[in-house]
Nanobody, 121 residues
C-alpha cells in the first residue's frame, strides 16, 4: 500500500506563489517517478510536472519557467514550487506515483486526496 498526502494549497493573488508538498509512505521503492497533476472544474486532469528518481524533470508548457518540481528523498516528500501564479492555475492539485519512460510519464493508480489552489484577486 502507498499513501500520498498533499498539503500547501490555498488562496493567493495573481502573481503570488505557493509551495505544495506531497508526503509519501508505504511501499514506495518500486516507483521510478513521481508527478503533480491538476484538475480544474469541468476539465480533464492534466499532468503538470514529473520528476524521476534520478532527478530528471519535465513540465507542461503552461507552467514551464514558473513551477519547479523537486524531491527530498530522505523525507519521502515531493514539492511543487509555484511562482507567478495565474487565475488559470486554479485547480485541485494531486500527487501521483508512477514510472518514467523515454521522457514520458505513466501514472499508477496511487493518488493523494488533492489540495485546492485558487488564484484570484
Amino acid at each position: 500500500q502507498v499513501q500520498l498526502v498533499e498539503s500547501g494549497g490555498g488562496l493567493v493573488q495573481p502573481g503570488g506563489y505557493l509551495r505544495l508538498s506531497c508526503a509519501a509512505s508505504g511501499s514506495i521503492l518500486s516507483f521510478t517517478a513521481w508527478a503533480w497533476y491538476r484538475q480544474a472544474p469541468e476539465k480533464q486532469r492534466e499532468l503538470v510536472a514529473h520528476i524521476t528518481n534520478r532527478g530528471d524533470t519535465k513540465y507542461a508548457d503552461s507552467v514551464k519557467g514558473r513551477f519547479t518540481i523537486s524531491r527530498d528523498n530522505a523525507k519521502n516528500t515531493m514539492y511543487l514550487q509555484m511562482n507567478s501564479l495565474k487565475p488559470e492555475d486554479t485547480a485541485v492539485y494531486y500527487c501521483n506515483a508512477g514510472r518514467s519512460y523515454s521522457g514520458g510519464y505513466q501514472p499508477y493508480d496511487y493518488w493523494g486526496q488533492g489540495t485546492q489552489v485558487t488564484v484570484s484577486s
